[in-house]
Structure formats: structure tokens, C-alpha cells
């Protein structure tokens, strides 16, 4: 299969002075933004649902129908969620670091959109480099009056903050990023009431977006809606940053639409497997997300739904891809001790359940598993998400907790042989 070279595109391939004013404006830069200023919000809510832009942070939920429900009440804030933390995700770095203008023109659409006049990027700790070049990109705008008092010579004012967190995964979950922004502990809030769109930053309406989903809508607006819906899947607009990672001949990330099967996305867009081995697995949409197999999802669809009906999500586009070489034990374990440490510690299931899949997992790995350890996995994922079903039910403030138990239900549903191997065998049956 062919695809528009538009598409496919590579962004390592992309232009060195890429993140420059210069380069984006002689490609058409702020000229969004620039007509924006003459729009309304009804006008410019309507244009963002209609062009059915999903949001890129994982959630999927439609752009233009958050920014719909924002509460009247004034002032209220952007935030643009550029945390970035969880395994296997690394699209936001490379907008942030290789085009930082395209996403500062999607801030000033989405603070017109929402009548904001202040917004705020959150960056994660360890990006120091994209931070700094979402600084520069903010002085430039400041500097031509992009940013400021009356940007574009209007009577709109605007002003953008960048804010580098300490480096916590939960922090990229809205709540506890507003926690964070105010100075207080990253720990997700309750929802209700704490819905950001009424009860957000200082107790104040907010928008929170992703830096890819705010990065789409120049594209919206320069194009029109039914040019960048033609792009995408039907039920999927636009197009996708997938980044793909693990034992693939040419990881990274690549913008595609929606629609074509895990099959081509592997092996002929991501090169196939290294050193010619065989695919066993992969996790489709980021460490949180149940993983798939060849042998029933290789010719499946990449659509929201077709991956949420075969029982996992699409995330934020992370697709980690795993070898015969590859133990799963071991893979499981890596990532459910992620989830321990990230785990914010507020909820009982989460806190201590995360701890204690590690541990079987461990020993397991390590050759002292227990015949009733397989079982145990099982019954302490129950207790974190129970009925262990997908969508997880949860048991917790946030979906953290269930997001353990993800690798869990992944290889003891499709691995079983090799978890009791391990236990039988007393170690792992793969070489080292
Ligand atoms: C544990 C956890 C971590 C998250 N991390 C991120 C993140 O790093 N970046 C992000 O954009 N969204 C992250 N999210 C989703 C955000 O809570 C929120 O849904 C998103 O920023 C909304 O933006 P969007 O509608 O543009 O996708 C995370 C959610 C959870 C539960
Ligand atoms: S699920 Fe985990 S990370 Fe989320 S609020 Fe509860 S303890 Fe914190």
C-alpha cells in the first residue's frame, strides 16, 4: 500500500530550522491565528466539533465539544498539557522541540475560542531542550505582537506562561497538573466536582489540552473542515502522530490517518521486525493500554473503535513493539513498577495493589513463582479494577490504578504457557 508522502512523513526527516519564526511563516504560519482574531467563539467552537478533531492526549474526547462546555464564568484559563510521561510516548517532545510556533498558534485560536487571556504550558521536568524552544518560540511571538496586549493590532490581550514540572507521570493527568500548577501536591482531584471545564485552575474554568490536539488547528482553520476530515478515518479525522518504539527496524514517529492495519503500520511503515525476528506482541496505545497479538489483531483496523472493541484504546499513540526474544514476564513487570512508583499513593488499591503486582511479578521472574501466583496476579488486579473489564471499572480517583493491571490481563490472557514455565522451571525459559 502507497500513502500521500504528506502523511507518511518521518519527523526526523523535517527541515533543521523547523522550530524557527522564519521558517513557519514562509509556510503559511499565523495566518490562522491572524483571522482568528476576527472570529467569534460561537463560530470557532463550532468549526473545531465540526471538523470532528479528537484529543490527542489519550482520552479521546471531542475538542470541540470540551470547549463547548466551558462554564461562563471569567477568567478562565488554558492549559496545555506538554507532561509527556507515560512509557513509550514521545510525539509531544518533537512538536514542542521541531515546532514550537504551530503550537503556539493553536493557543491563540484556542484562547480566542475560549475568551482566555492567560495560558500556561505545562512541560515536563525532563524536557529542558523542548522548553526551552517553546520559550524562544513565545519571546518571538511576544516580540511581533502575536502574544501581548492587542495581539495583531486587535484589542485582545493575551499572555502565555511555560511551566516546567518536577518530573511525576500523574502530573500529565489534568487534575493533579492544576494541583501542580498551584503549588500543591500532584495528586488528581475528585471529579465531580472537579471537572476542569467548571472547577480548574484557581477554582476557575479551564480548558485543558494536549500540545498535538492544539497543533491540529491551524490545520483545521487553514484548510477548511472537509480537506483535513478527508485526511482521516470517517470516525477518525485528521491525521495521528503514532510513535512507534521497541524492536522494529525504523522506530519513531510518523503521521498517518487512522484506518489502515496494525500489519501495515508495522511492518510496512515501521520496517518490519529487527534482526528478522518474529512479532509476538504489542501495546497499541501507550503503557497503560492492553496489549494485542498477531494472531487475532494484525489485520485490525488502527480506529478508536475497532481497538476499543477488540478490548484496548489507542491512547496517545504510543505503540511498543515486541519480539519472540522478548520475555513478558519481564515487560510486564517493567511496567507495573512504573505504575508503583508514579502512583500519587491517595487511593488503597492503587497504592498498595500496584506494589504487590510488582512484587509477585518479580519473584516470579526471578524463579521462586508460587503455582498460586498466577491466580494471585488475577485476584489483586480484580481488587484494583474489578471484573478486570475494559473499559476498567474503577475503584480509584484516577485511572492510574486500573492501568496496572493492563500488562496483567495482557499476558496471563495470552502468555499463560510462559507464566507457567517460568514457575515450573524456575526462571525464565528465553535466553538472557
Ligand atoms: C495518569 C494519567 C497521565 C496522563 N498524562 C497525560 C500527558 O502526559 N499528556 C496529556 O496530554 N494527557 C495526559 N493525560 C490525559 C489528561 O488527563 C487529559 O485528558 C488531556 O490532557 C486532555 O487533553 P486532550 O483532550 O487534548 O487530549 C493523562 C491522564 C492520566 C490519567
Ligand atoms: S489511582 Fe493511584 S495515582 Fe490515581 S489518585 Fe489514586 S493513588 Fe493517585
Not at 485560536?109 to 524552544?133: D, L, S
Not at 493575551?158 to 497538573?177: F, K, N
Not at 511503515?269 to 525476528?277: L, T
Request: charged share 20%; net charge negative.
Amino acid at each position: 500500500m502507497t500513502y500521500p508522502l504528506l502523511v507518511t512523513k518521518r519527523m526526523t526527516d523535517f527541515p533543521s530550522d523547523s522550530h524557527t519564526l522564519e521558517r513557519y511563516e514562509a509556510t503559511g504560519g499565523y495566518k490562522a491565528a491572524r483571522a482568528s482574531v476576527g472570529m467569534t467563539r460561537d463560530q470557532l467552537v463550532e468549526a473545531i466539533k465540526n471538523s470532528g478533531l479528537l484529543g490527542r492526549g489519550g482520552a479521546a474526547f471531542s475538542a470541540g465539544l470540551k470547549w463547548s462546555f466551558l462554564a461562563p464564568a471569567r477568567p478562565a484559563y488554558l492549559v496545555v498539557n506538554a507532561d509527556e510521561s507515560e512509557p513509550g510516548t514521545f510525539k509531544d517532545r518533537q512538536l514542542l522541540e521541531r515546532d514550537p510556533h504551530q503550537l503556539v498558534e493553536g493557543i491563540i485560536i484556542t484562547a480566542i475560542a475560549n475568551e482566555v487571556h492567560r495560558a500556561f504550558v505545562y512541560v515536563r521536568g525532563e524536557y529542558p531542550k523542548p522548553a526551552r524552544r517553546v520559550q524562544k518560540a513565545i519571546d518571538e511571538a511576544y516580540a511581533e505582537g502575536y502574544l501581548g496586549k492587542g495581539i495583531f493590532g486587535s484589542s485582545y490581550d493575551l499572555d502565555v506562561v511555560v511551566h516546567l514540572g518536577a518530573g511525576a507521570y500523574i502530573c500529565g493527568e489534568e487534575t493533579a497538573l492544576i494541583n501542580s500548577l498551584e503549588g500543591l501536591r500532584g495528586e488528581p482531584r475528585l471529579k465531580p466536582p472537579y471537572f476542569p471545564a467548571a472547577v480548574g485552575l484557581y477554582n476557575k474554568p479551564t480548558i485543558v489540552n494536549n500540545v498535538e490536539t492544539l497543533s491540529n488547528l491551524p490545520h483545521i482553520l487553514n484548510q477548511g473542515i472537509d480537506s483535513y476530515k478527508g485526511l482521516g478515518h470517517e470516525a477518525d479525522t485528521g491525521t495521528f502522530l503514532f510513535s512507534i518504539s521497541g524492536h522494529v527496524k525504523k522506530p519513531g514517529n510518523y503521521e498517518l490517518p487512522h484506518g489502515i492495519t496494525w500489519n501495515e503500520l508495522i511492518f510496512d511503515i515501521a520496517g518490519g521486525m529487527r534482526r528478522e525476528r518474529r512479532l509476538k506482541t504489542w501495546i497499541p496505545g501507550g503503557a497503560s493500554a492492553p496489549w494485542f497479538v498477531p494472531s487475532d489483531h494484525l489485520e485490525l483496523p488502527i480506529t478508536k473503535d475497532d481497538t476499543a472493541k477488540a478490548g484496548s484504546m489507542l491512547g496517545s499513540g504510543a505503540v511498543v513493539v515486541m519480539d519472540e526474544a522478548t520475555c513478558v514476564v519481564r515487560a510486564a513487570e517493567r511496567i507495573v513498577r512504573f505504575f508503583a512508583h508514579e502512583s500519587c499513593g491517595q487511593c488503597t488499591p492503587c497504592r498498595e495493589g500496584t506494589s504487590w503486582l510488582e512484587m509477585i511479578l518479580r519473584r516470579i521472574e526471578a524463579g521462586q513463582g508460587r503455582e498460586v501466583d498466577f491466580d494471585l496476579l488475577l485476584d489483586v488486579s480484580d481488587n484494583i479494577s474489578i471484573g478486570l473489564a475494559w473499559p476498567p471499572r474503577m475503584t480509584t480517583i484516577c485511572p492510574l490504578g486500573p492501568s496496572a493491571v493492563s500488562p496483567i490481563i495482557s499476558i496471563t490472557k495470552y502468555f499463560k504457557g510462559e507464566i507457567m514455565t517460568h514457575i515450573h522451571d524456575g526462571g525464565c525459559p528465553l535466553p538472557a
